[in-house]
């Protein structure tokens, strides 16, 4: 039995169509992201397990018992929603310790709490006297020393600097691991959900793409949708047929043959697919099978990596991302750009279309 | 197509200074980021470029003129923020064609402008549908386009992809960068993503606490950060470590980081010598994973990032954030490691933990 699990969700908002049957299961203590693009019902979700809205069908467990019509203050759960509602007459350290004090939370930990967030030292500030950031991270805290065991975040970390977002992640789920909390936590942020989830649930208008650990979705979307969605990927239309016994061969135009491993995806029409930081650059004497002749049109520094784009047949902006290190070629002239057949990702042609099925809307 | 200047610009509100004596020159067709955390300062300084909020002290001048004393609306610039200002009682057609509109054009001469910046974006949208059956990128982009049907000399773009969802960004903001320099105008750009500006940038200016902390090209501010701060700011995270020079020969200092047991060799420093303080900062892409080398430690962390993998090393009772492209190394392994470069700053008056604050 799960400790936390949706059953086929569906809501709809008039004719519009918030969730359409979304089912996945949440273990004890664990850290899920739901991760998706505006639109994609994350919100709306997130609120029927709170118990701020009811589904129009569907289910919400906990530990077995049926909560679906269960009001919000009897769930044990805390909800976070977007933007801060902090009570503009309390200060800092009373905001954060309104829920600890009636769950007998330590001051001890309110105080290491606040720590983390930065913002021990504004204990008693007033929320007017701190900046949208600074209450989004007391609103965080307060969420965290609620003393619930299940804790529903909604966008905590979108309205912080970069530098915050990121420091804050990886404290964020330092944190809810000590306290033993099972966290649920909405973002749009790909690099958010593959630093902090246990699980990650995709989701796009109104169902669940796929659901999985960071590393196999990053690894092995299942869905172009989920490949381009989850970070950068470089994509190419062509045919796949069967090769020798080792590898498939998918024809693209004006590229040539790209081999893949064999059974990675079906005969037909098909979308192969490279992340940039997979191809591989070679002056001369590339690998026998996969490189091809290109050109280098641009290199553009990113801060950790560098970015070159090249021109292979007629694509013209296919992107090799070199991390941590200062690339060894110049613009305008030509390499072989290398494509490792076992990480290539080949997904059969969308019916709907490329383009729609890549939309993030 | 315009120099801006400023020269010792300051502006006060109330006792808080948001900008303090800034001079800063921004080149004709270049795209400029200017960085820093909330409450830096940045935005006072771009609203007193356009001509939105007046300096208490220092000039601004256009190709040598000065134009402290100009409105906003004789300026000759595109102004985009973060909070998208479509009407939204009127068409996308509308919206895009407001400014040649209001300034009384012929017709023809409006319909022009509205085509030719369409064409210029690539804009495939229902002109005739409201601008709130639009996504919000899409939104930002007939922003973008309404502000360019101007034929502005300069573009001011205040976070102009905040609010966007991460994806949609990423691509707008290429195609901004593209967009600028297609038209050869002068762009200053505000944000406080230090990604987005090193990969667009022509030049980054980071602000803290209303002053300059350095101007340089995007891999100048990040291989040879000029103060602390910078060097955590830019890149994002760093490890800071305190050092104490202990020898000086041949052009040459050896650092003792008293935390890592380790010492570190760098070329001569200016003003620094033997038995000074230093502060040591190592980014966490230049420390390197060996089997045999180096000083040992244990990880204690390990998160798949995509692209790589980001590790917390503990080495002698001291975390040390590590990134590395891939790694078969799992929590509770020993590992040895080694510095591939550091950068060394004069120990902080101010201490470290102020050095390098945020805010």
Same mark, same amino acid.
């Given at each position: 039995?799960?400790?936390?699990?949706?059953?086929?969700?569906?809501?709809?908002?008039?004719?519009?169509?918030?969730?359409?049957?979304?089912?996945?299961?949440?273990?004890?203590?664990?850290?899920?992201?739901?991760?998706?693009?505006?639109?994609?019902?994350?919100?709306?979700?997130?609120?029927?397990?709170?118990?701020?809205?009811?589904?129009?069908?569907?289910?919400?467990?906990?530990?077995?018992?049926?909560?679906?019509?269960?009001?919000?203050?009897?769930?044990?759960?805390?909800?976070?929603?977007?933007?801060?509602?902090?009570?503009?007459?309390?200060?800092?350290?009373?905001?954060?310790?309104?829920?600890?004090?009636?769950?007998?939370?330590?001051?001890?930990?309110?105080?290491?709490?606040?720590?983390?967030?930065?913002?021990?030292?504004?204990?008693?500030?007033?929320?007017?006297?701190?900046?949208?950031?600074?209450?989004?991270?007391?609103?965080?805290?307060?969420?965290?020393?609620?003393?619930?065991?299940?804790?529903?975040?909604?966008?905590?970390?979108?309205?912080?600097?970069?530098? @915050?977002? /990121? +420091?804050?992640?990886?404290?964020?789920?330092?944190?809810?691991?000590? #306290? *033993? !909390?099972?966290?649920?936590?909405?973002?749009?942020?790909?690099?958010?959900?593959?630093?902090?989830?246990?699980?990650?649930?995709?989701?796009?208008?109104?169902?669940?793409?796929?659901?999985?650990?960071?590393?196999?979705?990053?690894?092995?979307?299942?869905?172009?949708?989920?490949?381009?969605?989850?970070?950068?990927?470089?994509?190419?239309?062509?045919?796949?047929?069967?090769?020798?016994?080792?590898?498939?061969?998918?024809?693209?135009?004006?590229?040539?043959?790209?081999?893949?491993?064999?059974? @990675?995806? /079906? +005969?037909?029409?098909?979308?192969?697919?490279?992340?940039?930081?997979? #191809? *591989? !650059?070679?002056?001369?004497?590339?690998?026998?099978?996969?490189?091809?002749?290109?050109?280098?049109?641009?290199?553009?520094?990113?801060?950790?990596?560098?970015?070159?784009?090249?021109?292979?047949?007629?694509?013209?902006?296919?992107?090799?991302?070199?991390?941590?290190?200062?690339?060894?070629?110049?613009?305008?002239?030509?390499?072989?750009?290398?494509?490792?057949?076992?990480?290539?990702?080949?997904?059969?042609?969308?019916?709907?279309?490329?383009?729609?099925?890549?939309?993030?809307? | 197509?315009?120099?801006?200047?400023?020269?010792?610009?300051?502006?006060?509100?109330?006792?808080?200074?948001?900008?303090?004596?800034?001079?800063?020159?921004?080149?004709?067709?270049?795209?400029?980021?200017?960085?820093?955390?909330?409450?830096?300062?940045?935005?006072?300084?771009?609203?007193?470029?356009?001509?939105?909020?007046?300096?208490?002290?220092?000039?601004?001048?256009?190709?040598?003129?000065?134009?402290?004393?100009?409105?906003?609306?004789?300026?000759?610039?595109?102004?985009?923020?973060?909070?998208?200002?479509?009407?939204?009682?009127?068409?996308?057609?509308?919206?895009?064609?407001?400014?040649?509109?209001?300034?009384?054009?012929?017709?023809?001469?409006?319909?022009?402008?509205?085509?030719?910046?369409?064409?210029?974006?690539?804009?495939?949208?229902?002109?005739?549908?409201?601008?709130?059956?639009?996504?919000?990128?899409?939104?930002?982009?007939?922003?973008?386009?309404?502000?360019?049907?101007?034929?502005?000399?300069?573009?001011?773009?205040?976070?102009?992809?905040?609010?966007?969802?991460?994806?949609?960004?990423?691509?707008?903001?290429?195609?901004?960068?593209?967009?600028?320099?297609?038209?050869?105008?002068?762009?200053?750009?505000?944000?406080?993503?230090?990604?987005?500006?090193?990969?667009?940038?022509?030049?980054?200016?980071?602000?803290?606490?209303?002053?300059?902390?350095?101007?340089?090209?995007?891999?100048?501010?990040?291989?040879?950060?000029?103060?602390?701060?910078?060097?955590?700011?830019?890149?994002?995270?760093?490890?800071?470590?305190?050092?104490?020079?202990?020898?000086?020969?041949?052009?040459?200092?050896?650092?003792?980081?008293?935390?890592?047991?380790?010492?570190?060799?760098?070329?001569?420093?200016?003003?620094?010598?033997?038995?000074?303080?230093?502060?040591?900062?190592?980014?966490?892409?230049?420390?390197?994973?060996?089997?045999?080398?180096?000083?040992?430690?244990?990880?204690?962390?390990?998160?798949?990032?995509?692209?790589?993998?980001?590790?917390?090393?503990?080495?002698?009772?001291?975390?040390?954030?590590?990134?590395?492209?891939?790694?078969?190394?799992?929590?509770?392994?020993?590992?040895?490691?080694?510095?591939?470069?550091?950068?060394?700053?004069?120990?902080?008056?101010?201490?470290?933990?102020?050095?390098?604050?945020?805010?």
């Amino acid at each position: 039995m799960s400790y936390l699990e949706v059953i086929d969700l569906r809501k709809n908002y008039g004719y519009v169509k918030a969730l359409r049957g979304v089912s996945f299961s949440v273990d004890k203590g664990s850290y899920v992201v739901i991760l998706g693009p505006t639109g994609a019902g994350k919100t709306t979700l997130l609120k029927i397990i709170a118990g701020l809205l009811t589904p129009d069908h569907g289910r919400v467990m906990l530990e077995g018992e049926d909560i679906t019509y269960k009001p919000p203050e009897l769930r044990g759960m805390t909800y976070m929603p977007q933007g801060y509602a902090l009570f503009p007459h309390m200060t800092v350290w009373e905001n954060v310790c309104f829920g600890a004090e009636v769950r007998g939370i330590s001051m001890d930990t309110v105080k290491e709490i606040l720590e983390i967030v930065g913002l021990y030292h504004r204990r008693d500030s007033y929320p007017d006297q701190l900046s949208g950031g600074q209450q989004q991270r007391v609103a965080l805290a307060r969420s965290l020393a609620s003393g619930s065991k299940i804790v529903l975040l909604d966008e905590p970390l979108s309205a912080l600097d970069l530098l @915050l977002n /990121v +420091e804050l992640r990886y404290e964020l789920k330092r944190l809810a691991k000590k #306290l *033993e !909390l099972t966290v649920i936590h909405v973002t749009h942020n790909y690099e958010e959900a593959l630093s902090i989830a246990d699980k990650i649930v995709i989701m796009r208008r109104g169902r669940i793409e796929q659901v999985g650990k960071p590393e196999e979705i990053y690894k092995h979307p299942k869905t172009v949708f989920v490949a381009n969605f989850i970070g950068e990927i470089n994509y190419f239309e062509g045919n796949l047929h069967r090769g020798d016994n080792k590898y498939d061969v998918v024809e693209v135009s004006d590229i040539g043959g790209i081999l893949v491993p064999r059974g @990675l995806g /079906v +005969e037909g029409h098909v979308i192969i697919a490279f992340r940039p930081e997979d #191809l *591989e !650059l070679y002056k001369n004497s590339p690998p026998p099978i996969n490189s091809f002749k290109s050109r280098i049109s641009s290199i553009e520094f990113h801060g950790l990596r560098y970015r070159v784009m090249l021109n292979v047949g007629a694509y013209s902006n296919v992107k090799v991302d070199l991390w941590f290190k200062k690339p060894h070629v110049k613009v305008g002239s030509e390499v072989y750009v290398h494509m490792p057949p076992e990480r290539a990702l080949v997904f059969e042609y969308p019916k709907e279309g490329l383009i729609s099925a890549l939309s993030v809307e | 197509m315009v120099t801006i200047s400023v020269e010792n610009v300051s502006k006060k509100y109330g006792d808080i200074i948001a900008v303090d004596d800034i001079t800063l020159e921004f080149r004709d067709g270049e795209y400029t980021c200017i960085i820093g955390p909330s409450g830096s300062g940045k935005s006072t300084l771009l609203k007193i470029i356009a001509g939105i909020v007046k300096p208490d002290r220092g000039r601004v001048y256009f190709d040598g003129e000065d134009v402290t004393d100009l409105p906003v609306d004789l300026r000759c610039i595109g102004m985009i923020s973060q909070d998208i200002l479509l009407f939204p009682h009127i068409t996308v057609w509308d919206n895009i064609i407001y400014g040649p509109t209001a300034k009384g054009y012929d017709t023809d001469i409006i319909v022009r402008a509205g085509r030719e910046i369409i064409g210029l974006l690539g804009l495939k949208y229902n002109f005739r549908s409201y601008p709130d059956s639009l996504s919000r990128g899409s939104q930002q982009k007939v922003a973008i386009a309404r502000a360019l049907a101007t034929h502005p000399k300069a573009l001011l773009l205040d976070e102009p992809l905040g609010g966007l969802d991460v994806r949609a960004a990423l691509d707008l903001k290429f195609e901004i960068k593209r967009l600028a320099k297609d038209l050869k105008l002068t762009t200053i750009h505000i944000t406080h993503n230090q990604e987005e500006a090193l990969s667009i940038a022509d030049k980054i200016v980071i602000m803290r606490r209303g002053r300059i902390e350095q101007v340089g090209k995007p891999e100048e501010v990040y291989d040879i950060p000029s103060t602390p701060f910078v060097a955590r700011f830019v890149g994002g995270e760093s490890n800071f470590f305190e050092g104490v020079i202990i020898d000086e020969s041949s052009g040459k200092l050896i650092i003792s980081v008293k935390d890592l047991d380790l010492r570190i060799e760098t070329p001569s420093i200016k003003g620094l010598s033997v038995n000074d303080e230093v502060l040591v900062s190592i980014k966490p892409e230049h420390i390197m994973l060996t089997k045999d080398e180096g000083v040992k430690g244990t990880v204690v962390e390990k998160d798949f990032l995509g692209a790589y993998t980001r590790l917390i090393i503990n080495i002698n009772g001291k975390d040390v954030i590590v990134r590395v492209k891939k790694t078969s190394l799992n929590v509770g392994d020993t590992v040895r490691v080694l510095l591939l470069k550091a950068h060394i700053f004069p120990y902080p008056k101010e201490g470290l933990e102020r050095a390098i604050a945020y805010e």
